[in-house]
Nanobody, 117 residues
């Protein structure tokens, strides 16, 4: 089993920045892709960004140029740097991991991100 623990959520003003972190533990040898999804209140969950162990990444159109996904020093840590944030970015953000993209096999519990003045 794989456990994912997110951190870094919170309240940020419009135009501000926030960085989310996610660390995987357990039987993580099968993880090749990690990523972030988000689910605004009352809406469906959507893929924000994903990255493979060799550094290939993809982004939702709504965050391209503003968000950056990266892997940590060890292959089982992933970050999401969020810049120029807007209220539309308000959502619960979930870390996910799996053997392929999009990562769907394992999920974190989610962290709330709120963009408001």
């Amino acid at each position: 089993q794989v456990q994912l623990v997110e951190s870094g959520g919170g309240l940020v003003q419009p135009g501000g920045s926030l960085r989310l972190s996610c660390a995987a533990s357990g039987n993580s040898f099968s993880i090749n892709a990690m990523g972030w999804y988000r689910q605004p209140l009352g809406k469906q969950r959507e893929l924000v960004a994903a990255i493979t162990s060799d550094g290939r990444s993809n982004y939702a159109d709504s965050v391209k140029g503003r968000f950056t996904i990266s892997r940590g020093g060890t292959r089982n840590i992933v970050y999401l740097q969020m810049n120029s944030m807007s209220p539309e970015d308000t959502a619960v953000y979930y870390c996910a991991a799996g053997p392929t993209r999009p990562p769907l096999a394992y999920w974190g519990h989610g962290t709330q991100v709120t963009v408001a003045s």
